[in-house]
């Protein structure tokens, strides 16, 4: 029955079919009809009937490409080529904004110098100029803390995805870390506090006795956190532990509360290899993510050694050893090191103002428009001055 | 054509393997075009939902508003050509051809591809043009394309300021 349904319209087909491939019919531009995600929009017309669709008679004189299929179009181009064909048209310049590209790319530095930003990548060694960026600032609050010295933070992500914050208190501070997900803030005792197990504290074991750095990353949806570890305090780095954060995020519904409830909830795992992926240190933003057929080396951790920003040194997780990376040609002036995923704006934190009272909160804004990126004097001073 | 047996029942072919199971798309212009449902849900996301959405097959006829018959079938075409070659390069070759030839069909094409979500399809058109771009200054592109620069002096002066570096 169904069968004999479907045959009896074919003759029908057949004549028109043919029809079809003998006649050129002149070309009707669809495409922005078709572009649009609202199907039942589009059903809503009356087949047949043109002028329902006056967007497309219209758009019949220009070629211009719809900007969706520009952007998918350009997210295959290298960024300095799909950067370059944002003078196409108006278009195409908002296409370019979206630039989020497609399978393998480089790596790329950030070069933060006051009223430019450079980017630079590993394969292609060349520097872009972005221009000046327009902060608008969403901003979260830290839980009342006294500080008085230097606040180092780093970010995971930006702060639209699963995003931690990480902020380290130097010198006088409490040995605090404060983790931030989404808008909420975790707060986890670290050094000092043994008693909320399993926590932080019991990362230290993994790293012998000496000075460490740690580096807040994520990994799609992975926390990773990179301890750097030096004999002395003077010395250069030798070693490196990576843990992968692990967490209920069942509780990130309590709002109010939730820093002191997820404190026992942390757990740290130690990651023995990166396979695939790489991971890329910087004073501010650290990445990691697959580098097949980006020039880089699997499995390897790339960093600078404190104090010369210019040679870049990689760590093999496999045989711990460590051998000299590419050297980006930098010159002495360079003052932060902030890797980033080329087509990934920052979103950055703006402002890390210290109460004058004690026991008020250090506020920290947070960016929150795109495309974004700061300039070193946007940026608070505890985060990027290094020695 | 001897591909369009496979993908597009016609007459005779349809009645000699009953067993296939077809569906019928309709053009904007109100033409019908029968389908191969296996051949057609293999490429198009769209259908292959619609299908399922649906429960079945039986006598569904999926109206594409957005897409002309010529588009249409042009489109079919190269599915057949992908459908028969495990590899893309067969059809890469097409997609070419098309672009050279008819650049606006291969446009529509384009279009009517990432409409019914033949998303391979789609991928693969856009690379060829993004490996056509990639040789292209951008005055070239916009002859391609016939696209008008419609910046004012001043945006293009502060365009290349910010791009200073990509054209060294």
Redesign the interface.
């Known amino acids: 029955m169904n069968l004999f349904t479907i045959l009896s319209v074919v003759p029908a087909k057949k004549a028109i079919f043919d029809n079809i491939k003998l006649e050129h019919l002149k070309r009707r531009t669809t495409l922005k009809m078709m572009t649009t995600s609202n199907m039942e929009r589009k059903f809503e017309s009356t087949p047949g009937n043109s002028d329902a669709h006056p967007k497309m008679l219209s758009s019949s004189v220009s070629r211009d490409l719809p900007a969706d299929i520009v952007e998918l179009i350009l997210n295959r181009l290298s960024w300095p080529k799909a950067l370059s064909l944002g003078r196409v048209s108006r278009t195409w310049r908002a296409a370019v904004q979206n630039y989020n590209p497609m399978g393998a790319q480089s790596p790329c530095l950030l070069h933060l110098r006051p009223g430019t930003v450079r980017l630079f990548s590993t394969v292609e060694q060349r520097c872009s100029l972005i221009r000046r960026p327009k902060l608008n600032g969403a901003s979260i609050e830290l839980p009342p803390l006294q500080i008085k010295g230097d606040v180092f933070v780093t970010l995971s992500s930006t702060p639209t995805t699963r995003c931690l914050l990480l902020a380290e208190f130097s010198a006088l501070s409490d040995g605090k870390l404060y983790f931030a997900e989404d808008s909420f803030l975790f707060v986890v005792d670290s050094i000092l506090r043994a008693d909320s197990e399993p926590s932080l504290v019991d990362s230290w074991r993994f790293m012998d006795e000496g000075e460490l750095s740690m580096y807040l990353i994520k990994c799609n949806s992975e926390i990773l956190v990179v301890f750097a570890a030096r004999e002395d305090k003077n010395g250069p780095i030798n070693d490196f532990s990576v843990f992968q954060l692990e967490q209920d995020t069942s509780l990130v519904n309590m709002k109010n509360r939730i820093y002191q409830r997820l404190l026992p909830q942390v757990s740290f795992v130690k990651v023995e290899s990166l396979r695939d992926h790489a991971i890329f240190l910087g004073n501010i933003q650290s990445l990691c993510f697959p580098v097949e057929n980006t020039g880089c080396r699997e499995n390897c951790i790339y960093f600078t050694q404190p104090g010369d920003e210019t040679a870049w040194h990689v760590f093999d997780m496999g045989n711990k050893r460590i051998s000299d990376g590419p050297n980006l040609g930098f010159k002495a002036s360079f003052r932060s090191l902030v890797w980033i995923e080329p087509g990934v704006m920052l979103y950055w934190i703006r402002t890390v103002e210290y109460p004058e009272q004690p026991g008020k909160l250090p506020h920290l804004g947070l960016s929150a428009s795109t495309p974004v990126m700061a300039t070193h004097e946007d940026l608070p001073r505890g985060i990027y001055n290094q020695p | 054509m001897s591909t369009?047996s496979k993908e597009?029942?016609?007459?005779e072919s349809?009645?000699a393997k009953?067993e296939k199971k077809?569906i019928?798309l309709?053009a904007?212009?109100?033409?019908?075009?029968?389908v191969d449902v296996d051949d057609i849900t293999n490429q198009s996301e769209m259908i292959r939902n619609l299908i399922s959405d649906m429960g079945g097959t039986?006598?569904l006829q999926v109206?594409l508003?957005?897409?002309?018959?010529?588009?249409l079938?042009k489109l079919l075409e190269l599915f057949n050509v992908s459908n028969k070659n495990d590899d893309d390069e067969e059809v890469t070759q097409k997609v070419k051809e098309l672009m050279e030839a008819e650049?606006?069909?291969m446009?529509?094409v384009?279009?009517?591809a990432?409409?019914i979500e033949a998303t391979s399809f789609f991928d693969l058109s856009?690379?060829v043009?993004?490996d056509k771009?990639?040789g292209m200054s951008?005055e070239e592109?916009?002859e391609f394309?016939?696209?008008?620069?419609?910046?004012t002096e001043e945006e293009?002066q502060q365009?290349?300021?910010?791009?200073?570096?990509?054209?060294?």
């Open positions: 369009e597009i029942l016609v007459g349809s009645q009953p077809t019928v309709m904007s212009d109100g033409d019908e075009f029968v039986d006598g109206p508003l957005n897409v002309t018959a010529p588009v079938a650049l606006n069909m446009i529509d384009l279009g009517a990432n409409y856009c690379k043009l993004a771009f990639k951008v592109v916009r394309l016939n696209i008008e620069c419609d910046f293009l365009i290349h300021a910010e791009n200073a570096w990509a054209f060294d």
